[in-house]
């Protein structure tokens, strides 16, 4: 079993900054494809950012190169590095481990409890 602990999430004001971390103690990230989502409030959940085993990264449109999904293998850590932040970024995030697993034919999808950012003024 894969255990994602996020962190990093708090008040921040308009144009601000904050970056998320999420540590996977003992699971070796590197076979796994890494996301953030979020879910705001009355919304359904949404895929933010994806980093890939390659390292390949893909944004959501409304990111607008703002916010920097990065991975450290070593660490077993993901972060989302937040900049410019704006109100309707106000969302509890998800920290999200994804692999194929070929010897039960099947994906492995692993979920954190989620940390809150909520951007106001």
């Known amino acids: 079993q894969v255990q994602l602990v996020e962190s990093g999430g708090g008040l921040v004001q308009p144009g601000g900054s904050l970056r998320l971390s999420c540590v996977a103690p003992?699971?070796?990230?590197?076979?796994?494809?890494m996301s953030w989502y979020r879910q705001g409030p009355g919304k359904e959940r949404e895929l933010v950012a994806t980093?890939?085993?390659?390292?390949?990264?893909n944004y959501t449109d409304s990111i607008n190169g703002r916010f920097t999904i990065s991975r450290d293998n070593a660490k077993n850590t993901v972060y989302l590095q937040m900049n410019s932040l704006k109100p309707e970024d106000t969302a509890v995030y998800y920290c999200?481990?994804?692999?194929?697993?070929?010897?039960?034919?099947?994906?492995?999808?692993?979920w954190g409890k989620g940390t809150l950012v909520t951007v106001s003024s």
């Open positions: 003992g699971t070796i990230i590197s076979i796994f494809s």
């Open positions: 999200n481990a994804y692999r194929w697993d070929p010897l039960i034919r099947n994906v492995r999808d692993y």
């Open positions: 980093i890939t085993r390659g390292g390949n990264v």
